[in-house]
């Protein structure tokens, strides 16, 4: 039987927490479209009528989508040239989802989306579900078929080991702005002592560059490594305008609640830098530079009021 206007109507008032999260799950907002596309699919050949509690039926099956496909990318990662990283979501995108505790905004961290890379699908649905959404241990014991008593040790299994790798210190957009620019300041000094003064002593840097944009394929780790290579990779050269394209306009933006710094050319959004920062400093830069994972950052890049770039480089 055909949809009716009524029950489309119900599918789109939960396509945005639906795309919340599929894109916590995946760490891709293509994959997480795409997720929410094929549940759409599934209801729109479903018995809707006979569907009690459509909210739980819609994210039972996009989560069995989801876990799916999180067994595949493991395969395909392990053919993927150099380092994985999430996609990243700039500042007002709405599948960023719920920001209202601190739970919420923590989950879907640049940080901490890297972080659950090391958790099983099953641990990774877990904590999503109950961390982000606030879902009670028996509905996710219905959605992923297992008793609550599992959901609750797989919960705590999962966050144990989220925990053991982060420190983040939560802060503001504003206070983010103030790293950013300081940190530019620091990189652009073409002294490594001032940069150094901002790291962790075990601060590491990271690039995806998808195999598409040149990406060292191993972490710099160690605040002096890590402050030699960003003070290299702020130097204005040739060679850098050719790579990208052009003069590249820098600003500074948060991504996924984090400080980041956002490279754009003509328009078109080259690079995001994403910094973990904790009481004792930057700990982290992760830079998203694959352009199959700046897309979704262009588009909304497009239709956002940015103001004036800090300054222009490469």
């Known amino acids: 039987m055909p ?5 489309v109507d119900r599918f789109e008032a939960s396509r945005p927490r639906l795309q919340a999260i599929a894109y916590r799950l995946l760490g891709s907002a293509g994959e997480a479209e795409d997720a929410v596309q094929e549940t759409f699919l599934r209801w729109q050949a479903a018995d809707v009528d006979r569907i009690e509690v459509p909210e739980a039926w819609l994210t039972k099956v996009l989560t069995n989508l989801c876990l799916n496909q999180l067994t595949s990318a493991r395969a395909r990662r392990e053919t993927y040239v150099g380092q994985w990283l999430p996609e990243p979501l700039l500042g007002g995108d709405p599948m960023l989802g719920p920001d209202d505790t601190a739970e919420q905004r923590e989950s879907v961290s640049y940080a901490v989306l890297t972080l659950m890379e090391r958790l099983s699908p099953n641990e990774r649905a877990v904590y999503v579900l109950r961390e982000a959404f606030d879902y009670p241990h028996r509905e996710i014991a219905e959605i992923l078929d297992i008793t609550e008593a599992a959901s609750q040790q797989i919960f705590h299994r999962a966050k144990k080991h989220v925990a053991e790798g982060r420190a983040r210190t ?8 103030r790293i950013v620019e300081e940190f530019l300041a620091a990189a652009t000094s073409g002294r490594i002592e001032p940069l150094v003064r901002l790291l962790t002593e075990d601060a590491v840097s990271i690039g995806d560059g998808g195999g598409k944009v040149p990406a060292r394929a191993k972490a710099f780790e160690g605040a002096v490594a890590v402050a030699t290579f960003l003070r290299g990779l702020f130097k204005p050269g040739p ?18 609640g984090d400080p980041a710094v956002v490279a ?6 080259v690079g995001i830098m994403c910094l973990e920062v904790t009481a004792e ?3 982290a830069f992760r830079n998203q530079i694959n352009p199959d ?3 979704r950052a262009t588009a909304l890049w497009a239709a956002t009021d940015h103001g004036e770039p800090l300054f222009t480089a490469f």
């Open 3 to 7: 949809l009716t206007a009524s029950d």
């Open 239 to 256: 060679a850098k305008r050719a790579l990208v394209g052009g003069t590249a306009e820098v600003y500074a933006w948060t991504a996924n």
């Open 264 to 269: 754009v050319v003509d328009g078109r959004v």
């Open 170 to 177: 939560e802060i503001d957009e504003v206070t983010a702005r």
């Open 281 to 283: 400093g930057i700990a």
């Open 293 to 295: 994972k700046l897309e």
